[in-house]
Antibody
Framework: EVQLVESGGGLVQPGRSLRLSCAAS????????MHWVRQAPGKGLEWVSG????????GYADSVKGRFTISRDNAKNSLYLQMNSLRAEDTALYYC?????????????WGQGTLVTVSS | SYVLTQPPSVSVAPGQTARITCGGN??????VHWYQQKPGQAPVLVVY???DRPSGIPERFSGSNSGNTATLTISRVEAGDEADYYC????????????FGTGTKVTVL
């Protein structure tokens, strides 16, 4: 059974940093691209960042480019999102999502999310 | 950047057909994926590559894509289909390729 478990969320002040993690199990992690998708309270889904199986291809949404860094450790079956210079508008539930095949493929499994709140 | 537009809401009676549109410039040239999200839950993929269904998704869910509009069709709607639905594409022309639609709330009357 595929499982994606996010962690690392919490309350953080504007301008500070936070690192999210996603622990994956139930599939061959290094065969698939992985992504972060967020959802602000009461709002729609927003793709944040994605990384190919070998970290050779990475993409970011304009809203986070230069502030967020995605990475993965295939030996640990883990995905990460380093978030710097956080803003109030980054407040959201952050989902880890697995790509079905290829780097830019639909998301076939999602975690339950970790909540990030940016506030003073 | 590429924009996907969905109607905010669609209402449908049980047993009837719901159609949810997703508009985008020449979206017919892209592969469209659809997600269902129920309150307090993570999204679930219901249609991918315009019209394919993942295993476990009922045949009542179908999709089409042509021109500037993609459509998710839910036949014989059930109360359990009440949810938010999002379309999604990859915009390969940019370096930030993930795009979601604005989302549609489906209400079963």
């Amino acid at each position: 059974e595929v499982q994606l478990v996010e962690s690392g969320g919490g309350l953080v002040q504007p301008g500070r940093s936070l690192r999210l993690s996603c622990a994956a199990s139930g599939f061959t992690f290094d065969d698939y691209a992985m992504h972060w998708v967020r959802q602000a309270p009461g709002k729609g889904l927003e793709w944040v960042s994605g990384i190919s199986w070998n970290s050779g291809s990475i993409g970011y949404a304009d809203s986070v480019k230069g502030r967020f860094t995605i990475s993965r450790d295939n030996a640990k079956n883990s995905l990460y999102l380093q978030m710097n210079s956080l803003r109030a508008e980054d407040t959201a539930l952050y989902y880890c999502a697995k790509g079905s095949s290829g780097t830019w493929a639909p998301f076939d499994y999602w975690g339950q999310g970790t909540l990030v709140t940016v506030s003073s | 950047s590429y924009v996907l537009t969905q109607p905010p809401s669609v209402s449908v009676a049980p047993g009837q057909t719901a159609r949810i549109t997703c508009g985008g410039n020449n979206i017919g040239s892209k592969s469209v994926h659809w997600y269902q999200q129920k309150p307090g839950q993570a999204p679930v993929l219901v249609v991918y590559d315009d019209s394919d269904r993942p295993s476990g998704i009922p045949e009542r869910f179908s999709g089409s894509n042509s021109g500037n509009t993609a459509t998710l069709t839910i036949s014989r709607v059930e109360a359990g289909d009440e949810a938010d639905y999002y379309c999604q594409v990859w915009d390969s022309s940019s370096d930030h390729p993930g795009v979601f639609g604005t989302g549609t709330k489906v209400t079963v009357l």
